[in-house]
């Protein structure tokens, strides 16, 4: 037994469980995907962070966040359709929560003005246009208005013209909870830059989507785990019989290592047509994977069986990544330390 065989039997199994790895990752992400499990973790936060469900609706269904939402085909149709939103930028999210917070208010300020006006005409315009969430339309509209006292009795009604200061006042009307006190939290009376109010947001946002990404990925990882037994099974990638092979057959080693090499060369994204033609590798290497041999039924071989495929169930596990970068670690030299010159 020597260092280099060992290692090499190594690179081997090595190998094997980076393949089955992207097997798995890629399963994983079609999963999520169709399944907009993202998505779903996602909505769960945003409905966790902002309480109230009219907000988040009227947030959900702001043009700014619309223009985030993906596009997939319909199964057996070339016909494109939105899914849902993945991830918003911390920014993104800022724009839009201010927007929803300041129209909200000015539906709501308004609302109860538009019952006083005498002209139906003009009532029924500005219910529509509040129904429609058209309100630049509806500010167009209360400048139009030739009865002075009443245009300036609604236009004061708009708010201030201050950005901040609407919000401010914005937050101020948020029904009595945990919304309302969080926001009055960060942007307090001492507050009185709108960037500075921005970024403060932007920072309570981000702590929030922390806990909403790792719910993510405990669900993912649970898939991992269960898709890494399904393709171990479905592989018979039994670690045991791939290392006893590999140790008894020196070309097998070396030509496992080359692989390795080559395969290296590549980012480990899950490619499908990638992934198809690295599992033809390992068969053309003869490495013993698929059930191409009648189980033995003798209770040792048993044994040795199980233990094979439930360390081969582990590694893959790991996860692609891991073992790529195993990969890289073992296959790629050091670089010598370049000699100290005499003085």
Same mark, same amino acid.
């Given at each position: 037994?020597?260092?280099?065989?060992?290692?090499?039997?190594?690179?081997?199994?090595?190998?094997?469980?980076?393949?089955?790895?992207? !097997?798995?990752?890629?399963? *994983?992400?079609?999963?999520?995907?169709? *399944?907009?499990?993202?998505?779903?973790?996602?909505?769960?936060?945003?409905?966790?962070?902002?309480?109230?469900?009219?907000?988040?609706?009227?947030?959900?269904?702001?043009?700014?966040?619309?223009?985030? &939402?993906?596009?997939?085909?319909?199964?057996?149709?070339?016909? #494109?359709?939105?899914?849902?939103?993945?991830?918003?930028?911390?920014? *993104?999210?800022?724009?839009?929560?201010? $927007?929803?917070?300041?129209?909200? $208010?000015?539906?709501?300020?308004? &609302?109860?003005?538009?019952?006083?006006?005498? $002209?139906?005409?003009?009532?029924?315009?500005?219910?529509?246009?509040?129904?429609?969430?058209?309100? $630049?339309?509806?500010?167009?509209?209360?400048?139009?208005?030739?009865?002075?006292?009443?245009?300036?009795?609604?236009?004061?009604?708009?708010?201030?013209?201050?950005?901040? &200061? &609407?919000? #401010?006042?914005?937050?101020?009307?948020? %029904?009595?909870?945990?919304?309302?006190?969080?926001?009055?939290?960060? !942007?307090?009376?001492?507050?009185? %830059?709108? #960037?500075?109010?921005?970024?403060?947001?932007?920072?309570?946002?981000?702590?929030?989507?922390?806990?909403v990404s790792s719910l993510y990925e405990q669900n993912a990882r649970r898939i991992v785990i269960v898709l890494a037994l399904v393709v171990t099974v479905a592989t018979n990638a039994d670690s045991v019989a791939i290392g006893r092979r590999l140790w008894e057959q020196p070309t097998l080693r070396a030509a496992a290592a080359a692989k390795a090499d080559e395969f290296i060369q590549q980012a480990p994204d899950p490619d499908a047509a990638r992934i198809e033609d690295y599992v033809t590798t390992l068969e053309e290497l003869s490495i013993p994977i698929f059930w191409t041999q009648p189980l033995s039924r003798e209770p040792g071989a048993l044994i040795l069986k199980v233990v094979g495929l439930?360390? *081969?169930?582990?590694?893959?596990?790991?996860?692609?990544?891991?073992?790529? %970068?195993?990969?890289?670690?073992?296959?790629?030299?050091?670089?010598?330390?370049?000699?100290?010159?005499?003085?």
């Open positions: 037994m020597t260092i280099s065989t060992v290692l090499e039997v190594a690179v081997g199994l090595v190998l094997v469980y980076y393949v089955l790895g992207l !097997i798995v990752s890629y399963i *994983t992400s079609e999963i999520t995907k169709w *399944t907009e499990l993202r998505a779903q973790r996602l909505a769960e936060g945003l409905q966790e962070l902002l309480k109230d469900s009219a907000m988040f609706d009227d947030f959900m269904n702001h043009p700014l966040i619309k223009n985030l &939402q993906p596009e997939k085909y319909k199964l057996l149709s070339r016909e #494109k359709i939105s899914r849902r939103v993945e991830k918003i930028p911390s920014a *993104t999210f800022v724009n839009t929560f201010f $927007d929803v917070l300041v129209r909200s $208010d000015f539906v709501q300020s308004i &609302q109860g003005a538009i019952e006083t006006i005498d $002209d139906l005409e003009l009532q029924e315009r500005l219910r529509g246009l509040i129904d429609e969430r058209k309100l $630049d339309d509806i500010a167009e509209a209360i400048a139009k208005i030739d009865n002075r006292r009443l245009r300036e009795r609604l236009q004061a009604l708009i708010g201030p013209g201050d950005y901040l &200061q &609407q919000v #401010k006042r914005a937050i101020g009307k948020i %029904d009595e909870g945990e919304l309302r006190n969080a926001l009055q939290g960060l !942007i307090n009376q001492s507050v009185d %830059d709108l #960037k500075e109010a921005q970024q403060k947001v932007e920072q309570w946002f981000n702590d929030a989507m922390v806990n439930a360390i *081969t169930w582990l590694a893959t596990a790991q996860g692609s990544s891991f073992w790529y %970068d195993v990969l890289k670690k073992i296959r790629t030299p050091t670089e010598p330390a370049a000699p100290k010159e005499a003085s």
